[in-house]
T-cell receptor, first 110, second 115 residues
Framework: GIQVEQSPPDLILQEGANSTLRCNFS?????LQWFHQNPWGQLINLFY???GTKQNGRLSATTVATERYSLLYISSSQTTDSGVYFC????????????FGAGTRLTVKP | EPEVTQTPSHQVTQMGQEVILRCVPI?????FYWYRQILGQKVEFLVS????????KSEIFDDQFSVERPDGSNFTLKIRSTKLEDSAMYFC?????????????FGNGTRLTVT
């Protein structure tokens, strides 16, 4: 099946700093989503972004499908941004069932 | 905005007991999923369900697990004879179309604790 690799695995930032999270995938995809898992375990959908660039407030994401990667940008980070960020992809080779990366654990310190 | 709802939010059960986790997908969605996340680990695919039958299942989804859509709204995951290692967060998800080009919507999860 498809391999989804996220980097870095852990990231510690000071409040106000910017960061870039990366997701590499090993096969062509029909769908890519970024999720934030909050401290209560809920998966919050951030972006549905199989290709192109989207922005939502301080967050933006870019997927370059031909080069098989996606980036999540967090600007002016806040302590409430802490949590685990997951990239998940759907590919025809996996019957279009969504597969998750291992996540990036972000800690934003005040 | 419509949501996927899961009940209960937390369930504690004894080893060997059967549990049923319940989900109400978004009403016009056609494709349903269960995922599992053991504490501190990544989210793992269990099973997908379309047109009243299992579409695909992972190696994790063995004979101990079953899914059902008993009526037009509910989608359930049954775990027979639970084991300690079944302790995890279980997420239900749904999407509008099966072609993989619409977003997946997740519920808030059921935290299952097997003692």
């Amino acid at each position: 099946g498809i391999q989804v690799e996220q980097s870095p695995p852990d990231l510690i930032l000071q409040e106000g700093a910017n960061s870039t999270l990366r997701c590499n995938f090993s096969d062509s995809v029909n769908n890519l989503q970024w999720f934030h898992q909050n401290p209560w375990g809920q998966l919050i959908n951030l972006f549905y972004i199989p290709s192109g660039t989207k922005q939502n407030g301080r967050l933006s994401a870019t997927t370059v499908a031909t080069e098989r990667y996606s980036l999540l940008y967090i600007s002016s980070s806040q302590t409430t941004d802490s949590g685990v960020y997951f990239c998940a992809v759907e590919t025809p080779s996996d019957n279009n069932d969504m597969r998750f990366g291992a996540g990036t654990r972000l800690t934003v310190k005040p | 905005e419509p949501e996927v709802t899961q009940t209960p939010s937390h369930q504690v059960t004894q080893m060997g007991q059967e549990v049923i986790l319940r989900c109400v997908p978004i009403s016009n969605h056609l494709y349903f999923y269960w995922y599992r996340q053991i504490l501190g680990q990544k989210v793992e695919f269990l099973v997908s369900f379309y047109n009243n039958e299992i579409s695909e299942k992972s190696e994790i989804f063995d004979d101990q697990f079953s899914v059902e859509r008993p009526d037009g709204s509910n989608f359930t995951l049954k775990i027979r004879s639970t084991k300690l290692e079944d302790s995890a967060m279980y997420f239900c998800a749904s999407t509008r179309r099966p072609e993989g080009n619409s977003p997946l919507h997740f519920g808030n999860g059921t935290r299952l604790t097997v003692t």
